[in-house]
């Protein structure tokens, strides 16, 4: 897909910044992406959480759909991570629990969630650091539910295809083999790991070898990695991490459970506050702004000046 900021306006001057999110236009006859679109829409606007980007609308002009997005005016976490070790500033490790304790809120929301009684099954897929959002006031926000595992989607994943960002998947994802909801855990888990050691756990030169060591879970522990992590903090990234769904946290309200514990027992408190502090700081490091600071012009969907943010092919 390729990003826009975009402005919905409204009468007597109401204006609001958004995000379109439109498919490549060398895909848009592929029917297999237009229904991912959809599917995308469908499952993001039926969640309504602090910690989920909200989808708003989905539209069609030109004969090409978009999505209208929250705008989070910030940063993916993959860019904060790269930030923060590029000025060697760090993320402290009571505001990586924050952040992830923060991902998990929005994960057991989702997980959870029903229609008409029934469990949709939802399950992310995705979860990694450039689908983790921050914004400069401190919110955290999972996003991009276009590959999400979810009842009554039109674009279903045949058995045996894998969907996902090969350094955060999950051992089961990796194998194409049938996930629930404790493969997010186990790529939240994954996201932790960056988060406390700067160092992503599988890679490898190739990505054949990276995939073979995702399927057997061959890491090396964080508190190997980063002799510093606690022993507290390294237990729950590695129970996150197990090979066996089984072995895994069960849930991610119950991950949280563990997050907030060792938070309180073994570092100093750090919510939204401290995270927004510590932004600051970072930007004074290295000097990159917000979005909102970045851009100075917006679109409407039939525009032919748009803007891209970023482009990405999933």
């Not at 826009?4 to 490549?24: A, C, N, Q, T």
């Not at 890491?219 to 072995?247: G, K």
Request: charged share 25%.
């Amino acid at each position: 897909a390729e990003i826009f900021l975009g402005s919905h306006r409204g009468v007597e001057g109401f204006e609001r910044p958004v995000v379109l999110k439109r498919i490549l236009q060398s895909l848009v006859a592929d029917p297999q992406f237009r229904h991912q679109l959809i599917d995308e829409a469908h499952v993001a606007m039926s969640l309504n959480h602090s910690n989920i980007v909200q989808v708003l609308d989905l539209g069609q002009a030109g004969g090409r759909y978009f999505l209208v997005l929250e705008l989070v005016d910030g940063w993916d976490l993959n860019q904060i991570i790269n930030r923060g070790q590029a000025a060697a500033f760090p993320i402290p490790p009571e505001i990586s629990l924050y952040i992830a304790g923060e991902v998990c809120r929005a994960l057991a929301y989702a997980h959870a969630k029903t229609r008409d009684g029934k469990p949709l099954g939802i399950v992310h897929r995705d979860v990694s650091p450039h689908n983790v959002l921050v914004s400069e006031q401190g919110e955290v926000k999972l996003t991009d539910f276009g590959i999400a595992k979810a009842m009554g989607r039109r674009e279903q994943t045949g058995h045996g295809v894998i969907k996902g960002k090969l350094a955060y998947m999950s051992p089961e994802q990796a194998s194409g083999h049938i996930v629930d909801s404790r493969s997010d855990i186990f790529s939240l888990g994954t996201t932790l790991y960056v988060l406390a050691t700067g160092k992503r756990p599988f890679d490898a030169p190739t990505d054949l070898e990276a995939i073979i060591r995702v399927r057997q879970c061959s890491f090396l522990p964080p508190d190997v990695v980063e002799p510093n992590l606690s022993r507290e903090f390294a237990r729950v990234i590695m129970r996150a991490m197990q090979a066996l769904p089984s072995d895994r946290y069960q849930s991610a309200e119950e991950m949280l459970l563990d997050l907030e514990n060792v938070q309180r027992s073994v570092y100093r408190p750090a919510g939204q506050t401290e995270l927004k502090r510590w932004l600051h700081e970072l930007q004074q490091k290295d000097h990159v702004p917000p979005i909102s600071k970045a851009a100075d012009k917006s679109l409407s969907p039939d525009d032919n000046d748009a803007m891209p943010m970023a482009d990405s092919a999933d």
